[in-house]
């Protein structure tokens, strides 16, 4: 039997109480799942996810990611989730200042690896992502989509256990958004749980892997 690695029983949020976004969801990730989310702008996908890495709480129901419980009084609940998290977003949020090298690194200088370690680390998911050339080079002299895949090697960084995805694809060309997701379904073939927000399902996925989508505040499964 897999373990569950996100429950949802019952949960509603919403950001004001006379304006609920998502009501009464019930629903079991497991490990090793790949699920799609798709829903209409506006629809609630991002608050999901935000909701997912602890970034606003239910305010019904319980949410259990990575064996974290929701709604938590501690903040040390959130930062201990967190370290077992990855998270990419649409606009990519690479420090400008910092070259993709450091930006990539940045999990591990925060989780205290130490020096031998970060580089070895940083030099696999540069080759990963197939990146080594732009090592040395600041987040604007890259491509959207070499952008897009430097912020997915950071949220690998740390070995997270959970890959959640928000939107990923939504600024890239085809060629890009084709790469990126194939950077997805090869994280996933190692056994990562990955959980990725997008306008659209690519229909050649639709057979393989999970699909939810999100109308009129509820989610559903689409066998
Ligand atoms: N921080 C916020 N405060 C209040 N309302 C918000 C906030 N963020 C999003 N919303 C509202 O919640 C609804 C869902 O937004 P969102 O989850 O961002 O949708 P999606 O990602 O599907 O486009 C929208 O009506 C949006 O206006
Ligand atoms: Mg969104």
Redo the contacts with the bound molecule.
Sequence with gaps: MRNAQIRASGVSLF?KASEV?LSEMNFVIYEGDLVFIT?K???????LLKALHGAIAPAEGTLEVCGTKFPTGKESAINKLRRKLGIVFQDYRLIEEWTIERNIALPLIIAGYDQKRINDQVERLLNHVRLTHCRDRFPQELSGGEQQRAAVARALSHNPMLLLADEPTGNLDDYSTSLVLELFLAINQLGKTVVIVTHRMPLDLRIKYRHFHIEKGRVCEIA
């Design positions: 950001y976004i829903g702008s506006g629809s609630g996908k991002s608050t």
